[in-house]
């Protein structure tokens, strides 16, 4: 598996993450436009990072950006421990297809279990996205089944694919 760090998002990344932001640069991640200089003021009021939600630069080993993961807590019952975390990748093109997809969801998912006290990160994606399916399987995760019509993308209503990694899973021995 390719390595990759994971580290806060700096403000000379936003630029090249908000170019990535659109349908030709990423049409998995793509769903509508957003304002100019969204990233910037998100980055300005938080870092990027929060209690419910957090964006986190992967860069590789030799300290290029090559893109960003991101996670986002999400609720399966009624109380505080029925949270688990939802974690998203977006790579810049010329970073895609060199593992470092699966190495980035591997590594947030280490980081979220050293640093949080979830027990489940999941993460979806469109049923027809089969690279981002084989990077999650790469990184262990679990596929559980199909989520009929769970997101509006492209113009129409679409199937998505659930995986999962549960804390029992991972070794965090690094942290």
Same mark, same amino acid.
């Given at each position: 598996?390719? @390595?990759?760090?994971?580290?806060?998002?700096?403000?000379?990344? =936003?630029?090249?993450?908000?170019?990535?932001?659109?349908?030709?640069?990423?049409?998995?991640?793509?769903?509508?436009?957003? *304002?100019?200089?969204?990233? #910037?003021?998100?980055?300005?009021?938080?870092?990027? /990072?929060?209690?419910?939600? +957090?964006?986190?630069?992967?860069?590789?080993?030799? +300290?290029? !950006?090559?893109?960003?993961?991101?996670?986002?807590?999400?609720? #399966?019952?009624?109380?505080?421990?029925? %949270?688990?975390?939802?974690?998203?990748?977006? !790579?810049? *093109?010329? #970073?895609?297809?060199?593992?470092?997809?699966?190495?980035?969801?591997?590594? !947030?998912?280490?980081?979220?279990?050293?640093?949080? !006290?979830?027990?489940?990160?999941?993460?979806?994606?469109?049923?027809?996205?089969?690279?981002?399916?084989?990077? /999650?399987?790469?990184?262990?995760?679990?596929?559980?089944?199909?989520?009929?019509?769970?997101?509006? #993308?492209?113009? @129409?209503?679409?199937?998505?694919?659930?995986?999962?990694? =549960?804390?029992?899973?991972?070794?965090?021995? %690094?942290?």
């Amino acid at each position: 598996m390719a @390595r990759v760090r994971l580290r806060p998002v700096r403000e000379a990344d =936003l630029t090249a993450l908000e170019e990535n932001q659109s349908r030709d640069a990423d049409p998995w991640n793509w769903f509508n436009h957003t *304002p100019a200089e969204a990233l #910037h003021r998100r980055f300005a009021t938080d870092g990027m /990072l929060s209690e419910e939600v +957090g964006t986190l630069a992967v860069e590789t080993l030799d +300290g290029m !950006l090559a893109g960003s993961v991101g996670w986002f807590t999400v609720q #399966h019952g009624p109380s505080l421990a029925c %949270q688990a975390l939802n974690i998203g990748i977006s !790579l810049l *093109p010329a #970073h895609r297809g060199r593992g470092y997809g699966s190495a980035a969801l591997r590594a !947030l998912a280490e980081y979220l279990f050293a640093t949080t !006290l979830v027990e489940r990160i999941e993460a979806e994606t469109d049923v027809e996205n089969i690279t981002a399916q084989r990077a /999650l399987e790469r990184a262990d995760f679990t596929r559980e089944g199909v989520l009929r019509h769970t997101q509006f #993308h492209a113009g @129409r209503w679409r199937d998505g694919v659930i995986y999962s990694l =549960l804390r029992a899973e991972v070794s965090l021995d %690094q942290f």
